[in-house]
């Protein structure tokens, strides 16, 4: 299992972010929320994924940015957990949702809890 998280998992198109939006569905495990839609883009890889922190809860970019690495480096090292369980592409947002500012510890057991989460509901 190889822990990165390379260029081509990053979501960045547009449109798929509208359409998380849009028609997505969410899983939540107090502070994370996990937004994802079936992409059904051609050649689409398996996992598309991007963070978000919202400035209504950390004023400071400097903050934001500081969970935003949290969160990506949190999903690098446990998204071994979403692909093993999933058959079709996927693109994925995921947020930190609280003004509460968890260790890196307590927000990587919140993520395991998340992924694992996800997975019993596409089941």
């Not at 081509?8 to 998380?20: C, N, V, W």
């Not at 903050?63 to 999903?75: I, Q, S």
Request: glycine letters at 2%; aromatic letters at 14%; zero cysteines.
């Amino acid at each position: 299992m190889q822990f990165t998280y390379p260029k081509k998992e990053k979501l960045k198109s547009k449109t798929t972010i509208d359409l998380l939006f849009s028609e997505g569905n969410s899983v939540s495990k107090f502070p994370l929320r996990l937004v994802y839609v079936e992409n059904k883009e051609e050649n689409a890889e398996q996992i598309k994924m991007g963070v978000s922190v919202s400035k209504k809860y950390f004023k400071k970019a400097v903050d934001r940015n500081y969970f935003k690495r949290v969160l990506r480096e949190t999903y690098r090292l446990n998204k071994h957990l979403l692909i093993d369980n999933l058959e079709k592409p996927y693109a994925f947002m995921f947020f930190y949702q609280t003004k509460e500012r968890l260790s890196y510890q307590e927000i990587e057991e919140k993520t395991i809890q998340l992924f694992q989460k996800f997975n019993e509901i596409k089941k």
